[in-house]
């Protein structure tokens, strides 16, 4: 039963790769990009400008925070990303004193990084606040909240663990506030136009300051640093690629790069086109890169995620069951097996697909493995349980005919324990699916790609076309298995 079913899931794991159609050259450059509007706008902007010079480029959005990209462009699985002076001397290198440009250039040299001048504008970290709720309560600095401990605030998740966020803020200031709240950057916004929350951080070139008429609350001690956009790359990366990305320093002003979020954010327009308008206007180039239609997204998101699920619930099926009948047969080695499967489960998914990047990089394989590791303890479970109460007479029987182990496990106990193995590998699969659409995070694609950019962009649209189709794939495997079953199990166990 277990190799028939290993063998069905890795038949179609090979198809699903087949389907996908040939395997195209990659870029010979890759740019990446953070899971917010700005970062994936300034992403696409260098890749089409490279694009447009003659140095091949693709662009890897929205995989992550700082941590990720970082080490993403280590590794070399990306070469190039925006980021800000602000954040690469307080998260990269904390704790060293890097108060110039040129101690930055120093220091990510000694790492194979090196980085552009500034692009034109500086992103710095704020807090804000709704303009009639800071009007009724006079506030008008970070200081005077010192006089409001009732206030709620939300934080993006990054901002709450940052040696320049919330930690270093709190002692700098001396604010008492303890209703603090980690969400996504996105939603902290409709929190506050919820009232859910009353403070959140702001990135000073937010579209939403405006659209949200909120108020920019003054630093008046002068916590926050400079954050001036850069882009960083390998110190390998090409020369004509340099050259191209030189020709960036100076040329976005706040203003601009306000302008273009509200473009992405507001009005709903592609970054790709966003992009392309900048470079249009700046550069005199009128070659944007074609967007994929909704049925060709949605057919590429399919077989991604279709991949992400085969190849790792196919590996899983594989070791699972041995270790399940493992454990039945080994009660004091089961245990073991049966707690390492629990802790593994505990595990957040986001932060096991983060541990996964330093080993494999960004993409499928890590995606993979995680998904692998989080299908085990369904099947390792319920193959101990189906295996242990068999009842003891049938046992007997078997033992009575004198089969040897192999032969009472692969004629006797197998077979009546099957419908209980293919309940776990079910749930397994279920919960494989809806996992994979983290898998966005670190760039392994899928449904997770229009929900992230749905919560990203705040538009329900974007959200239902990775949800959906995550919902009816979990209901047609869920189908299947239930097929399955009348292939696998004995006709008399399912009666």
């Given at each position: 039963?277990?190799c028939?079913?290993?063998?069905?899931?890795?038949?179609?794991?090979?198809?699903?790769?087949?389907?996908?159609?040939?395997?195209?050259?990659?870029?010979?450059?890759?740019?990446?990009?953070?899971?917010?509007?700005?970062?994936?706008?300034?992403?696409?902007?260098?890749?089409?400008?490279?694009?447009?010079?003659?140095?091949?480029?693709?662009?890897?959005?929205?995989?992550?925070?700082?941590?990720?990209?970082?080490?993403?462009?280590?590794?070399?699985?990306?070469?190039?990303?925006?980021?800000?002076?602000?954040?690469?001397?307080?998260?990269?290198?904390?704790?060293?004193?890097?108060?110039?440009?040129?101690?930055?250039?120093?220091?990510?040299?000694?790492?194979?990084?090196?980085?552009?001048?500034?692009?034109?504008?500086?992103?710095t970290?704020?807090?804000?606040?709704?303009?009639?709720?800071?009007?009724?309560?006079?506030?008008?600095?970070?200081?005077?909240?010192?006089?409001?401990?009732?206030?709620?605030?939300?934080?993006?998740n990054?901002?709450?663990?940052?040696?320049?966020?919330?930690?270093g803020?709190k002692?700098?200031?001396?604010?008492?506030?303890?209703?603090?709240?980690?969400?996504?950057?996105?939603?902290?916004?409709?929190?506050?136009?919820?009232?859910?929350?009353?403070?959140?951080?702001?990135?000073?070139?937010?579209?939403?300051i405006?659209?949200?008429?909120?108020?920019?609350?003054k630093?008046?001690?002068?916590?926050?640093?400079?954050?001036?956009?850069?882009?960083?790359y390998?110190?390998?990366?090409?020369?004509?690629?340099?050259?191209?990305l030189?020709?960036?320093?100076?040329?976005?002003?706040?203003?601009?790069?306000?302008?273009?979020?509200?473009q992405?954010?507001?009005?709903?327009?592609?970054?790709?086109?966003?992009?392309?308008?900048?470079?249009?206007?700046?550069?005199?180039?009128s070659a944007?890169?074609?967007?994929?239609?909704?049925?060709?997204?949605?057919?590429?998101?399919?077989?991604?995620?279709?991949?992400?699920?085969?190849?790792?619930?196919?590996?899983?099926?594989?070791?699972?069951?041995?270790?399940?009948?493992?454990?039945?047969?080994?009660?004091?080695?089961?245990?073991?097996?049966?707690?390492?499967?629990?802790?593994?489960?505990?595990?957040?998914?986001?932060?096991?697909?983060?541990?996964?990047?330093?080993?494999?990089?960004?993409?499928?394989?890590?995606?993979?493995?995680?998904?692998?590791?989080?299908?085990?303890?369904?099947?390792?479970?319920?193959?101990?349980?189906?295996?242990?109460?068999?009842p003891?007479?049938?046992?007997?029987?078997?033992?009575?005919?004198?089969?040897?182990l192999?032969?009472?496990?692969?004629?006797?106990?197998?077979?009546?324990?099957?419908?209980?193995?293919?309940?776990?590998?079910?749930?397994?699969?279920?919960?494989?699916?809806?996992?994979?659409?983290?898998?966005?995070?670190?760039?392994?694609?899928?449904?997770?790609?229009?929900?992230?950019?749905?919560?990203?962009?705040?538009?329900?649209?974007?959200?239902?076309?990775?949800?959906?189709?995550?919902?009816?794939?979990?209901?047609?495997?869920?189908?299947?298995?239930?097929?399955?079953?009348?292939?696998?199990?004995?006709?008399?166990?399912?009666?």
């Amino acid at each position: 039963m277990s190799c028939r079913v290993f063998y069905i899931g890795i038949l179609a794991a090979v198809l699903l790769v087949g389907l996908a159609g040939p395997v195209q050259a990659a870029p010979s450059v890759t740019v990446g990009s953070k899971k917010f509007t700005e970062s994936v706008i300034l992403g696409e902007i260098t890749t089409q400008l490279l694009t447009a010079n003659g140095v091949p480029a693709g662009h890897r959005e929205q995989l992550g925070g700082t941590r990720v990209l970082w080490s993403a462009l280590r590794k070399g699985d990306i070469d190039i990303y925006p980021e800000y002076t602000g954040t690469l001397r307080n998260e990269i290198f904390a704790g060293r004193k890097l108060p110039t440009l040129a101690a930055l250039r120093t220091a990510l040299a000694g790492r194979g990084v090196k980085m552009t001048a500034p692009l034109g504008f500086n992103n710095t970290y704020a807090l804000g606040m709704k303009r009639g709720l800071a009007a009724r309560l006079g506030i008008r600095t970070i200081s005077d909240l010192k006089a409001h401990p009732e206030l709620v605030f939300g934080f993006s998740n990054e901002f709450m663990d940052r040696a320049d966020g919330w930690p270093g803020l709190k002692r700098f200031y001396g604010l008492p506030q303890t209703d603090v709240r980690g969400l996504d950057h996105d939603l902290a916004y409709r929190g506050l136009e919820a009232g859910t929350i009353q403070v959140t951080d702001l990135y000073s070139t937010d579209a939403e300051i405006a659209y949200y008429h909120l108020r920019t609350l003054k630093d008046d001690q002068g916590y926050f640093p400079d954050y001036q956009a850069v882009l960083l790359y390998r110190s390998d990366l090409p020369a004509k690629a340099v050259a191209v990305l030189k020709r960036l320093a100076g040329t976005i002003d706040e203003a601009g790069m306000r302008a273009m979020n509200a473009q992405a954010k507001i009005q709903r327009v592609s970054e790709q086109k966003v992009a392309a308008g900048f470079l249009r206007k700046h550069f005199q180039l009128s070659a944007p890169r074609r967007r994929a239609g909704f049925w060709q997204r949605l057919w590429q998101r399919t077989v991604e995620h279709l991949t992400l699920v085969a190849v790792s619930l196919s590996a899983a099926i594989g070791l699972a069951i041995p270790l399940g009948v493992w454990a039945w047969l080994r009660p004091r080695t089961g245990q073991v097996i049966l707690s390492v499967a629990g802790i593994i489960q505990t595990i957040p998914a986001l932060a096991l697909l983060v541990f996964m990047i330093p080993l494999l990089g960004i993409g499928g394989p890590p995606a993979i493995v995680a998904l692998f590791l989080y299908s085990l303890l369904p099947i390792i479970r319920n193959t101990y349980a189906g295996l242990h109460d068999i009842p003891p007479p049938v046992l007997e029987s078997a033992q009575a005919l004198g089969l040897p182990l192999r032969a009472r496990l692969r004629l006797v106990q197998l077979p009546l324990a099957a419908r209980g193995i293919l309940a776990g590998i079910k749930t397994s699969a279920v919960i494989n699916i809806g996992t994979a659409t983290l898998g966005a995070l670190i760039g392994a694609g899928g449904y997770g790609q229009p929900i992230l950019t749905g919560i990203r962009l705040d538009d329900v649209g974007l959200i239902l076309q990775g949800a959906v189709p995550a919902a009816l794939l979990a209901l047609a495997v869920q189908g299947m298995f239930e097929l399955a079953e009348r292939l696998v199990v004995p006709k008399g166990v399912r009666a």
